[in-house]
């Protein structure tokens, strides 16, 4: 079912990071092909505003909302028809998000350079943002937890979600998203929710949008965050510069760095629980142990036959962006899933906490047997919005940071300017920009 790649002895020697990079699977995720297809999209939206919306949702979701901004009533039914089970589960991930999150908030720092002279980095929240929500092969109301609850701790005091309307909602739903989206949004007091999804969500949120009589349905924002398919991710680098984004985040991946005292069962189930999302995810375990490969090689086949999605499941381990990577031992394993760069990174070893203090590279890291991934989607705290596609070596996941920006405050009195400006003048003439150095020295002519 799923392929094996052999870097043991010198094969792994012989690889620079690049190759190893290159070497390992991983999914072919296409984003500038995709430009094509989303540009007149989002050129559509960009010049017909709200009645572009409608006939895109018509086009790619099979349904035409019957309003794009969902009412306050819908949003309230919603939360009053959610299963009482599933409030209470998303309230504690509400609450345990919230603890983690809370903690992050930075403060402003002021640095004392000399006498009369600071400088003080202050952190300010972006004004306004748009967070959008997937509702395609998944519907993932805990995305709204994780977009939402790191813009609300950062203080943004205005965020609007859109996720695309689903054609099988019926009743009031019908022409909204799913119903569950629509609680997660109201009980974290969210009241501004559109029925849009795809590109032209994030084009709306680049764009705003407005009715044919300059009714304003949505205003800008300043930035998007979100995962999405591959034509939200090309509509988020299209639009790069007219508004800010988190990442370009694809298909979800796990890499599991596990030696022999791993259980097959344990990574079999956590390889799965990630294929599940998409045909395209990928799901990667390395390992130093050919016993344990062949375990969970065993257990996947009986694993996966009775799943729920079997047929996702499989396509997605049988893909070129999955596999069972063999190495030496666990210090080449490390070295391997640092060149990875996974979004989710399991490490499934004897001193797992060692061995996890030592990767440089992961959107998050799970230590031990007792933390799967799938804590981490729903419960841990943690947030799920995460670097893929090997951006982790650079990128980090969603946080209050993320919505944040800091501004450097200069506070220099009349002496601490006299102080440094032979400094000041000084590089202004090495760098032949003499006027640099006259706009410190003009405050001080009368001195002469």
Known sequence: MITRTDLRGPALASLDARGLRDTLPRAA???EAALDVVRPICEQVRHHGAEALRELSERFDQVRPQSLRVPGEVLAAALEQLDPDIRAALTEAIRRARLVHDDQRRTDTTTHVAPGGTVTERWVPVDRVGLYVPGGVAVLASSVVMNVVPAQAAGVTSLAVASPPQRSNTGAFAGYPDPTILAACALLGVDEVYAVGGAQAIAMFAYGAREDDGTTVCEPVSLVTGPGNIYVVAAKRLLKGLIGIDSEAGPTEIAILADETADAEHVAADLISQAEHDTLAAAVLVTDSEELATAVEAALERRVARTKHAERIRISLTGEQSGIVLVDDVEAGVRVVDA?????LE???????AVAARIRNAGAIFVGAYAP????????????????????????????QSFLRGIHVVDYTQ???????????TLAQAEDLPAHGEAVTARFESDE
Request: aromatic share 6%; net charge negative; hydrophobic share 40%.
């Open 29 to 31: 995720f296409d984003v």
């Open 347 to 353: 490490i499934q070893t004897r001193d797992a906490a």
């Open 415 to 425: 002496d601490a300017l006299r102080e440094v400006a032979g400094v000041v003048t």
């Open 340 to 344: 990875y760069a996974a979004e989710h």
């Open 373 to 400: 991934v799938s804590l981490g989607d729903y419960a841990a705290g943690s947030n799920h919005v995460l670097p893929t596609g090997g951006c982790a070596c650079h990128s980090s996941g969603l946080s209050v």
